[in-house]
């Protein structure tokens, strides 16, 4: 291995998406930079699995391979005699606490597992936000390749009262709101009044108002950092739910707002509480600033899962000098006289450093740390699993988000983040769909006991608007042998993949059995008894896996449903009546929605210092994980803030015309003749002018 | 020809060691410059050029490690949607050969499995410090349905023949190894769009 230097800028432990950009804007003002990442992927908590790595990663297979990692590194760091004081850095468990029901065995058998992307927390960018504002500055967006949601949809949670409430478009724009068909004609009046206060309480924000009411798209009013709400009628304090009890919104639309765009992440308990009326008009403002940037809706989702985003990151770090070490880690921080850190003890060498970034994947040792306090800690409540079919979103929508608020007597109850990805985003194989749901998670309540019901919910409701199987026997047939065809194509592909056929066929010919005994349940009267046994039992495998009692209405087709696609709107009556005579190059009937394989797990929210009172040394900056947010504003805000306590005097990942690079020192450069290229056109996509910096450099060297 | 006169725009991904000339073979073949002591890749990762063929043009989007391979510490968004890759080792350093197979290995596992991948044996105008003969290279690259050159960022000799070569190998019919046949995708970096014309209205 090659030596490393001796002295870093900056040393950052941990490739999240904050850790990340942290890094890049370092480097990218002239820091010099080390990044590690004590796992052998990048990511950390903003990690994208494969399937597999994903059952590995449930089952806690990758800290065993860790801790064996782990021991020999503080072996040799304990070896190591130094004088003067140190702080031992250990690794902290990354795994998720409570899981349940992983089972990628099975699903392994059932397609590559390679083809998915799951995301550990999946995130949109919010089109007018600093995320995209920053992707684009950077140049980092070239990196990356992005795709608008297709549907937001809100859905409130009261199943008790209404237990088939469709998922409704959040409306926003004034054509969504003329037309819904959800929403009131004095509703329709009252939200798009309450919208143009919003806006009108910004600078600027009469122009915007009048901007977004002739249907155009709302430009940012003024430098996103600080507008000034302009004195209008309404005194700005107070919270934003008593702002828009006196503008009159009706609960129903404050819902809507609080939860589906401002993302509150529980029922609020009183009118006073939640977000203040400045942080909810704000929000509102930048959620309307969204609407028609790049698609009908506020979010872009990136390709390939959310990891990609600290990757790129990562990747313009790289661009600008910083170097990379993953798998490795800070075992050990030594500290002058002072107390403050001065040198780092990676697995490659000791390294001298002014500022050492830490994410939640290490944890510091400190002197008076009491013994971990038991686990009350707060998480986050995950669900992912595979699909054969959408639940959200009409056809061409199946990049999707719901959010799923909780019910007006249910204070402090979560809400639920439903996000729903297709190939189109490269996250899986083309006709499956990923599920993801998110919501603050509880101390008493697993992921599973918070998100099963939502998952259930929206597979019912999807199952309700496919048209009941036909009554006609033959065509019942018919669509077996659709099936068959199916099961065969999946078939010749496993085979291309060299995967055991015989193996297959036999899983194959289980699952069919296992549909068809459903099936006869389900005919029998006896669908809930079969409901609750599911819950009771889950045993490993493909079948018991499934979340969904619903799925059993469909016939063998409904496990390989390549292109079957859900049209109109969930709960939504609009469904054609089903082909009488199915022809072979038709659509394939619809089919309800089947779980294939599902895992819910916590993520507790971790600390460097686990809590401690003790404190790091001051240029020690510990990077706590994020309570789960939809969008990486967050991550953003507390990116930069880091960033600003590092070069406070620096601007934060700039662009190159606004921070030009800084010529580097003196070297020898010789330039050798040759033909000229016979290539037509040469052209640079980004960097021009750094390009341009270079060949004005290079001839000005040839000439002196 | 269905294709004639199309563009067609794929990522090419360079790998290899530690300078065995990757960034060099870029600088040469994008703008014709080579530098004797050309730093280690710094501020310039993200090139774009242009290859006329007979009846279509190839624009290659050719992406640099940036030093990632240095540590083995590449991240898999670098093999991500490539079509084509060069592997690049120094005819003067045996190491950098076996480390070159490594490469493909990895390409063949992570990459895109349709990748077309030339095996580059660089610095070719240091031939009496040779010590990879390009017999040897020439088996390796036909055993595993890659081909093989020779090149100098140096002197220029086949490094504008490699790309050429690459362009032509590439499939100019399937469809691009873009997330979902790149439909729907939006372009971030060129500012904000018009809003889009779909829906009703």
């Known amino acids: ?704 | 020809m269905a294709a004639a006169g199309r563009v067609f725009q794929f990522k090419l991904v360079l790998l290899g060691d530690s300078a065995v000339g990757k960034s060099s073979l870029v600088l040469r073949f994008v703008r014709g410059q080579f530098f004797e002591y050309q730093e280690s890749t710094i501020g310039a990762a993200f090139l774009t050029q242009t290859v006329a063929l007979n009846d279509t043009t190839v624009k290659f989007e050719i992406w640099d490690t940036a030093g990632q391979e240095r540590y083995h510490s590449l991240a898999p968004m670098y093999y991500r949607g490539a079509a084509a890759a060069i592997v690049v080792y120094d005819i003067t350093n045996r190491d950098t050969f076996q480390r070159a197979k490594q490469w493909v290995k990895e390409l063949q596992r992570q990459g895109n499995p349709n990748i077309v991948i030339a095996l580059s044996g660089n610095k070719s105008d240091l031939a009496s410090k040779r010590k990879v003969e390009p017999e040897e290279a020439e088996s390796y690259a036909n055993d595993n349905g890659i081909f093989f050159m020779e090149t100098s960022a140096k002197t220029a000799a086949n490094v504008n023949e490699l790309f050429v070569a690459i362009a032509r190998k590439l499939p100019k019919n399937s469809p691009q190894a873009r997330p979902g046949g790149g439909q729907g995708l939006v372009n971030v970096t060129q500012g904000a769009p018009p809003a889009e014309k779909k829906g009703c209205c």
Not at chain 1, 30 to 58: C, I
Not at chain 1, 416 to 440: I, R, W
Not at chain 1, 618 to 627: G, I, K, Q, S, T
């Open chain 1, 1 to 704: 291995m090659e030596g490393l230097p001796g002295h870093f800028d900056v040393v950052v432990v941990g490739t999240g998406l904050v850790e990340s950009m942290v890094a890049a804007a370092c480097a990218r003002v002239g820091r010099r930079v080390l990044h590690l990442d004590t796992r052998q992927y990048y990511g950390a908590r903003n990690a994208t699995f494969s399937l597999r790595q994903m059952g590995e990663w449930l089952r806690g297979e990758e800290e065993e391979a860790e801790a064996e990692a782990g021991a020999e590194a503080g072996a040799e760091a304990g070896a190591e005699e130094r004088r003067g004081a140190s702080l031992a850095v250990r690794a902290a468990p990354t795994g998720p606490s409570r899981a349940s029901h992983a089972g990628d065995a099975a699903a392994a058998a059932l397609f590559r597992p390679a083809e998915f992307n799951l995301d550990l927390s999946p995130q949109l960018l919010l089109c007018a936000g600093a995320m995209i504002d920053v992707l684009r500055r950077s140049g980092v967006a070239n990196y990356l390749e992005f795709k608008p949601l297709g549907a937001h949809l809100y859905s409130a949670a009261s199943p008790a009262a209404q237990p088939r409430l469709a998922a409704e478009r959040v409306p926003c724009s004034k054509a969504d709101i003329f037309l819904s068909s959800s929403l009131p004609l004095l509703q329709k009046r009252q939200l798009m009044k309450f919208l143009q206060a919003c806006l009108a309480r910004r600078a600027g924000g009469d122009a915007a108002a009048q901007s977004w009411l002739a249907g155009r798209a709302v430009k940012a009013a003024a430098a996103p950092d600080a507008p000034p709400p302009r004195a209008a009628d309404e005194s700005p304090h107070g919270s934003f739910a008593e702002f828009a009890g006196r503008q009159r919104l009706p609960d129903a639309l404050l819902d809507v707002a609080l939860y589906a765009i401002l993302h509150a992440p529980r029922r609020l308990e009183s009118s006073a509480d939640g977000p203040s009326a400045e942080e909810g008009v704000n929000g509102v403002c930048r959620h309307l600033e969204s609407l028609g940037v790049y698609g009908p809706s506020a979010y872009l989702a990136n390709c390939y899962g959310s990891s990609e985003l600290p990757q790129a990151f990562c990747r313009l770090c790289a661009v600008w000098g910083g170097t990379y070490m993953i798998h490795r880690r800070v075992s050990r921080i030594l500290l002058d006289d002072g107390g403050r850190m001065e040198a780092v003890v990676t697995s490659e060498g000791t390294v001298r450093c002014d500022w050492l970034l830490l994410n939640a994947d290490s944890r510091v040792e400190l002197p008076a740390a009491p013994p971990s306090p038991p686990a009350a800690a707060p998480s986050t409540a995950r669900c992912v699993c595979v699909l054969t079919a959408p639940v959200l979103g009409a056809e061409g929508e199946e990049l999707a988000l719901c959010t799923v608020f909780p019910a007006s007597d249910e204070p402090g109850a979560p809400t639920v983040f439903a996000l729903q990805q297709d190939a189109g985003v490269a996250v899986c194989p083309k006709g499956k769909v990923v599920l993801h749901l998110s919501a603050e998670g509880s101390a008493h309540r697993s992921a599973r006991q918070l998100l099963e019901p939502v998952l259930q919910r929206l597979l019912e409701l999807a199952a309700a608007a496919v048209p009941p199987p036909p009554a006609a026997a033959a065509e019942e047939e018919e669509e077996r042998e659709e099936g068959k065809g199916e099961e065969k194509e999946e078939e010749e592909k496993k085979e291309e993949e060299g995967g055991s056929k015989k193996e297959a066929e036999k899983e194959e010919e289980e699952m069919k059995e296992e549909e068809e005994e459903e099936k006869k349940e389900e005919e029998g009267g006896s669908k809930k008894e079969a409901e609750k046994e599911e819950e009771g039992q889950m045993k490993e495998g493909t079948k018991e896996e499934t979340l969904d009692d619903a799925a059993a209405a469909d016939g063998g087709g409904a496990g390989e449903g390549n292109d079957e696609r859900r049209g109109g709107e969930a709960g939504g009556g609009e469904a054609p009546p089903p082909d009488a005579t199915p022809a072979l190059d038709a659509p394939p009937p619809r089919v309800a929605p089947q779980v294939l394989w599902g895992a819910f797990f916590d993520l507790p929210l971790r600390s460097s210092t686990d809590g401690s009172g003790a404190a790091l040394p001051a240029n020690v900056l510990p990077v706590d994980d994020l309570p789960f947010a939809i969008d990486s504003e967050a991550a953003v805000e507390r990116a930069h803030q880091l960033f600003k306590t590092i070069c406070p005097d620096k601007p934060f990942l700039p662009s190159l015309e606004e921070y030009p690079p800084e010529p580097a020192v003196d070297e020898m450069e010789a330039e050798i003749e040759c033909e000229t290229p016979r290539f037509i056109d040469t052209q640079f996509t980004t960097k021009v002018e750094y390009e341009r910096w270079l060949q004005s450099r290079s001839s000005s060297r040839t000439s002196g």
